[in-house]
């Protein structure tokens, strides 16, 4: 037997906020739209601290998932 699929997972890349409170740091996931934003994610490939001027992404990983269609998440 054989699965139909309506569709393709949509998957985005998102910021997930994690820390104490008025103390955030987020992480660069990328994670099925479905899920919540500090939810269930499939892979995590950056942070980002408001407090510090700079992120850490794997630029790797990033364009990796862009060419597999993950889009940015407005």
């Known amino acids: 037997t054989s699965v139909a699929f309506r569709g393709s997972m949509a998957v985005h890349i998102r ?19 479905r899920n919540a934003r500090d939810g269930r994610f499939i892979e995590n490939i950056g942070t980002y ?4 001027p ?9 364009e990796y ?6 889009r940015p998440q407005a």
């Open 15 to 33: 910021l997930a906020r994690h820390g104490t409170k008025k103390s955030p740091f987020y992480r660069i996931v990328v994670t099925d739209q």
């Open 49 to 52: 601290d408001p407090n510090r």
């Open 54 to 62: 700079a992120f850490l992404v794997d630029r790797q990983r990033l």
């Open 65 to 70: 998932w862009r060419g597999q269609g993950a």
